[in-house]
C-alpha cells in the first residue's frame, strides 16, 4: 500500500469509446504525475500537475486530456485512443515537484484499446 | 529527456547469489534513485542518492552515487526469491528541471 490508489485497475476500450482513469493519493502531497509503461521502453512522463496547476505537458496527444480538481485527485480523460496507446498508465505523487525525485506511484491501470 | 543506459537487461540467478546493476548516462546528474516494480504492481522506491560518491544501503542492497555523477549501481546482496522483479534507476539533473529520467529496466528472475 503506497497511498496512491488507481482505478480501474483494468480498462478495455475500443476507439470510438471515452473512458476516464482516477488516482487519489492519501499522502498530503502537492505534486501528481501520468506516466505511461510500456514493454520495453523506460517510464514516460505525460502530464505533471503542482498545487493543482498543470506544470508540465510532454508532448502528449490531445486525445489524452488530464484533471486536476484538487491535490489529492488526478484524472486521464480517454477519446478515440489508438491501439499504440495500450499500455499501463501510472499515477504517482510526491511532497513537491520534483525537489527530492521520490515518487510514490500507484499500482497502475492496465488499458488496451482494441 | 536524457537516455539512460541500464544494464543487465536481465538476470537469471539462484537464490544465496549477489547480484549486481548500473546505469550510466552521457549526462550528469543531480539525484539518482533506484526503484523496484514487483508484478502487478507501480514502481516502489529503494534508495535516493543525492550527492556524487555517496553510498547508501537498504537492509541487503547498496547504491552508489557515481563520482562523474555519470552513473550509478545497485547491488543485492544473497538474494532471495522476493527479489524477484524488474529494477528502475532513475536521474534528476537541473537542466530537465524536476523531471526523472527512466532507465529501461533490469529484469531479475530468483530460483530457489
Known amino acids: 500500500e503506497t497511498g496512491v490508489t488507481q482505478t480501474p485497475r483494468h480498462l478495455v476500450m475500443g476507439m470510438t469509446n471515452k473512458k476516464s482513469l482516477k488516482c487519489e493519493q492519501h499522502?498530503?502531497?502537492?505534486?501528481m504525475y501520468w506516466y505511461k509503461q510500456s514493454a520495453k521502453k523506460p517510464l514516460e512522463l505525460m502530464f505533471v500537475?503542482?498545487?493543482?496547476?498543470?506544470?508540465e505537458n510532454n508532448s502528449v496527444p490531445s486525445r489524452f486530456s488530464p484533471e486536476c480538481p484538487n491535490s489529492s485527485h488526478l484524472f486521464l480523460h480517454l477519446h478515440t485512443l489508438q491501439p499504440e496507446d495500450s499500455a499501463l498508465y501510472l499515477c504517482?505523487?510526491?511532497?513537491?515537484?520534483?525537489?527530492?525525485?521520490?515518487?510514490?506511484f500507484g499500482e497502475g491501470s492496465r488499458l488496451t484499446v482494441l | 529527456g536524457q537516455q539512460l543506459n541500464q544494464s543487465p537487461q536481465s538476470m537469471f540467478i539462484q537464490e544465496g547469489e549477489d547480484v549486481s546493476m548500473n546505469c550510466t548516462s552521457s549526462?550528469?546528474?543531480?539525484?539518482w534513485l533506484w526503484y523496484k516494480q514487483d508484478p502487478g504492481e507501480g514502481p516502489v522506491l529503494l534508495i535516493a542518492?543525492?550527492?556524487?560518491?555517496e553510498l547508501t544501503s537498504n537492509g541487503r542492497l547498496t547504491a552508489q552515487f557515481g563520482i562523474t555523477r555519470k552513473d550509478s549501481f545497485l547491488n543485492i546482496s544473497a538474494s532471495i526469491p522476493s527479489d524477484v522483479g524488474i529494477y528502475f534507476c532513475?536521474?534528476?539533473?537541473?537542466?530537465?528541471?524536476?523531471?526523472?529520467?527512466f532507465g529501461k529496466g533490469t529484469s531479475l528472475l530468483v530460483t530457489p
Open positions: 499522502l498530503g502531497h502537492n505534486a
Open positions: 532513475a536521474g534528476q539533473s537541473g537542466n530537465s528541471g524536476y523531471a526523472l529520467n
Open positions: 500537475y503542482n498545487f493543482k496547476e498543470q506544470t
Open positions: 542518492l543525492y550527492k556524487a560518491g
Open positions: 504517482a505523487s510526491s511532497r513537491g515537484q520534483g525537489a527530492s525525485g521520490e515518487l510514490f
Open positions: 549526462s550528469i546528474f543531480n539525484t
